[in-house]
Nanobody, 116 residues
Framework: QEKLVESGGGLVQPGGSLRLSCATS????????IGWFRQAPGKEREGVAC????????YYAHSVKGRFTISRDNAKKMVYLQMNSLKPEDTAGYYC?????????WGKGTLVTVSS
């Protein structure tokens, strides 16, 4: 069964860092584009970062560019989101998504709270 499980969320002070992980199973990760999305309370889900299957292309939302880094380890079937210089406005549930043509899988998310 196809599965994505996020971890690494938690409470962090402004300016701090967190590394989110997305463990995948049940499908061939190498084929899939991977994205991280987030949804803050009362707001729509938004794309944060994505990385192509061949790792030669990445995209970042303007709000996180220069602070977040997406990476993947296909051999370990893992995807990561390194988040630095965190701001209170980064507080949200963070979700991992894998996409291959019209095939789409989502994880259940991990909560990140940035607060002093």
């Amino acid at each position: 069964q196809e599965k994505l499980v996020e971890s690494g969320g938690g409470l962090v002070q402004p300016g701090g860092s967190l590394r989110l992980s997305c463990a995948t199973s049940g499908f061939t990760l190498d084929l899939y584009t991977i994205g991280w999305f987030r949804q803050a309370p009362g707001k729509e889900r938004e794309g944060v970062a994505c990385i192509s299957s061949s790792e030669d292309s990445t995209y970042y939302a303007h709000s996180v560019k220069g602070r977040f880094t997406i990476s993947r380890d296909n051999a370990k079937k893992m995807v990561y989101l390194q988040m630095n210089s965190l701001k209170p406005e980064d507080t949200a549930g963070y979700y991992c998504r894998s996409t291959y043509y019209n095939i789409d899988y989502w994880g259940k998310g991990t909560l990140v709270t940035v607060s002093s």
